[in-house]
């Protein structure tokens, strides 16, 4: 079973979206949390120079800094400040809380950034704990605003279990866009494909010859358009050294084989009537014709083949041609019943002496693998312009691959070998090229298992 495009293709993307939003998901937390510590950092310093009038009440210090922040998510952090002055600050340690303990001597001095000129903000570890911290530029014992680093980390958790949460609902409606998505990936990228292959199957052995103008719909098309173009051109040399090897060979073998045909025929008449050597020469006379017929019928089909089958187009009484086929099976082929259904006046446009070979090649075969005492069907009706010839016969045993092989040349199943049936397996496929000369079709249908049922569709007139 082959496996669906667009099915592999959806399976690719969707593996490709996840792995791309799992790796926005990791890059972009990597910078947001960087981002949104030094963020804070600076809003921290905001704080202090904005509201260090109400620095010695923590309650107003707050309510002063989620003022000037209403509305923005961050002011929350505000929570965890830590308001405190050195032991020797001017508030005093009894106002306000103390400070860290074991801050290291280079604190400080490893500054990171200045805020509006006047504000510290420094960033370290205190005590084993990652501390935030910024202070009026040069005050050593003036007020501070800690916050613990991990306070943030806290923070930028929960904005990521927000945003995850918000992922799995729209999960389903990613899924739903990237299916779409992947249907107008796949239209996109088989359209090209499905104008070549539109364009190629225009491509048959009668018409390789001919230009066809297939054009690449993009440029990365052109080299595939090229391939393919000299592969019609190899491809039209080989089937015309083919088709003129065919034409050729059985041309040159008419002369020698109808030569053959009248030594043979001199021979049998010159030899003791009833002789052996009689009979071996007349043994040798039917194979002589069979090879003449080989070649005639050769001969036909590479001219089919090459489309240098002419037909002289005349009108013919196909019901008259039917009819009496019908009353000469009363003759020569009394064991079988013959029965028919013919319309009257059936007149068909069509090539005179191809036609009769037709009638008479699909007429052969249905008696050629019949029963003994068995029976012929023959319909024929009109409408629309069409005709439809039906020729039913039983038969001992259908090959189970009889429809599919029926028309190819020289198959002719294994029933005729074992039931020495005389032929070629050519005479099907001579009636189907008759058949597409005039723009008819020709099928075999199979009932019951031993029926056999050929369809002769044709218009009755062919149109230029």
């Known amino acids: 079973m082959k496996r669906s495009f667009k099915l592999h293709l959806f399976i690719r993307l969707f593996v490709i979206t996840l792995l791309i939003i799992g790796t926005n998901r990791m890059i972009a937390q990597h910078f947001l949390t960087k981002q949104l510590r030094d963020s804070l950092h600076q809003e921290m310093g905001q704080a202090l120079s904005s509201c260090v009038g109400d620095f010695e009440q923590r309650p107003q210090f707050l309510s002063c800094y989620s003022a000037l922040r209403k509305g923005d998510v961050r002011a929350s952090v505000s929570d965890f400040y830590l308001l405190c002055a050195q032991p020797s600050g001017a508030a005093g340690p009894s106002a306000i809380a103390a400070c860290p303990r074991g801050i290291p001597v280079n604190f400080w001095s490893n500054t990171t950034q200045t805020i509006h000129d006047q504000i510290d903000a420094s960033r370290g570890v205190v005590d084993g704990e990652d501390w935030f911290a910024v202070r009026f530029t040069g005050q050593s014992n003036g007020p501070e605003v800690w916050m613990r680093q991990n306070e943030v980390d806290s923070l930028v958790e929960q904005m990521w279990e927000f945003r995850d949460r918000n992922l799995y609902l729209v999960l389903p409606w990613i899924l739903v866009l990237l299916g779409l998505m992947t249907f107008y990936m796949a239209h996109v990228l088989m359209r090209p494909i499905v104008l070549i292959e539109a364009n190629l199957s225009k491509v048959n052995a009668s018409n390789l010859g001919s230009p066809i ?252």
Request: aromatic share 6%.
């Open 213 to 464: 103008l297939l054009k690449a719909p993009y440029r990365e098309f052109v080299k595939l358009v090229r391939v393919f173009e000299d592969l019609q051109e190899r491809l039209n040399d080989s089937f015309i050294k083919a088709r003129r090897f065919a034409s050729d060979a059985s041309h040159e073998l008419r002369t020698p084989l109808t030569i053959l045909r009248g030594h043979a025929e001199q021979l049998i008449h010159d030899l003791p009537t009833g002789s052996e050597a009689q009979v071996q020469m007349r043994l040798m006379g039917d194979e002589v014709e069979r090879l003449i017929d080989i070649t005639e019928k050769l001969l036909l089909l590479s001219r089919a083949d090459s489309n240098s089958l002419f037909s002289k187009l005349s009108e013919v009484n196909l019901s008259a041609l039917l009819t009496g086929l019908v009353e000469d099976n009363v003759t020569f082929q009394s064991s079988l019943k013959l029965t028919h259904d013919i319309a009257p006046d059936v007149i068909w446009t069509c090539d005179k002496t191809l036609a009769h070979q037709l009638v008479q090649n699909l007429y052969s075969n249905a008696v050629k693998y019949n029963l003994p005492q068995g029976w012929i069907h023959v319909n024929l009706a009109s409408s629309d312009g069409y005709f439809e010839l039906t020729m039913t016969n039983p038969t001992h045993e259908v090959p189970l691959d009889l429809v599919e092989r029926a028309f190819e040349r020289f198959y002719r199943g294994e029933t005729s070998h074992t039931r020495n049936i005389d032929g070629l397996g050519l005479g099907l496929s001579i009636c189907l090229e008759i058949a597409k000369l005039h723009q008819g079709s020709l099928t075999m249908r199979i009932e019951n298992d031993k029926t056999v049922i050929m369809t002769l569709r044709a218009p009755l007139t062919r149109t230029v």
